[in-house]
């Protein structure tokens, strides 16, 4: 298979990571990963799947919420330390719409030993880049539990700005609806490096 790598580099550490597609194996990885029951309220879907169930896993994954947000095929990568090596996370762009020229990101990192340690918001500066320079796209936009201060507080850092938030509006796996953030950032707003 040749593999798209996408590479960014915290300057002041040094610390690397890739964005790669991947394999099957590579998704079955992901799939253990995402059996910590942690993953279920940072992230709002049911993380436990059957660990060949690919498809779901991707389906899952590939959820978009925001209005402006169309059914199309989703770009999924691999957040990777190492291209050789098992990802460490996901990075995806959901629900494009290429007549609105937006799209949702979500990158998660499934890996317990690499939490809270930068490597989500890489994955994510690399993205938003790609988004922007490869792809054209002018918004990009993001739905963030309101729950997880965590990630609207790496989006802002990033530049995203709250535009609404959706009251009761996302399905827990226990059938409980919570609260979404939806922050958006522009290719004109910032360019993230």
């Not at 597609?21 to 799939?31: A, E, F, P, R, T």
């Not at 762009?93 to 030993?113: P, R």
């Not at 309101?146 to 802002?156: A, D, G, Q, T």
């Amino acid at each position: 298979m040749d593999r798209k790598i996408l590479e960014q580099e915290h300057k002041a550490t040094g610390i690397k990571v890739f964005l790669a597609s991947m394999d099957d194996i590579h998704i079955k990885h992901l799939i253990k990963l995402a059996r910590d029951p942690i993953l279920v309220n940072l992230m709002g879907w049911n993380t436990f799947f059957e660990s060949d169930d690919t498809e779901q896993f991707i389906q899952a994954i590939s959820s978009y919420t925001l209005p402006y947000s169309r059914k199309s095929q989703p770009l999924i990568f691999g957040v990777y330390l190492n291209p050789e090596d098992f990802p460490i996370g996901y990075a995806v762009l959901k629900g494009i719409n290429i007549d609105l020229s937006t799209t949702e990101i979500g990158v998660a990192i499934l890996d317990k030993k690499y939490r809270n340690k930068g490597y989500g918001k890489l994955g994510f500066k690399r993205l938003i880049n790609y988004t922007f320079n490869q792809l054209h796209i002018q918004t990009i936009g993001a739905a963030v539990l309101l729950s997880n201060k965590f990630s609207i507080n790496m989006c802002r850092n990033l530049g995203f700005v709250e535009r609404e938030i959706m009251y009761k509006s996302w399905e827990m796996p226990n059938k409980e609806l919570v609260d979404l953030a939806w922050m958006e950032l522009t290719s004109i707003s910032k360019q993230v490096t």
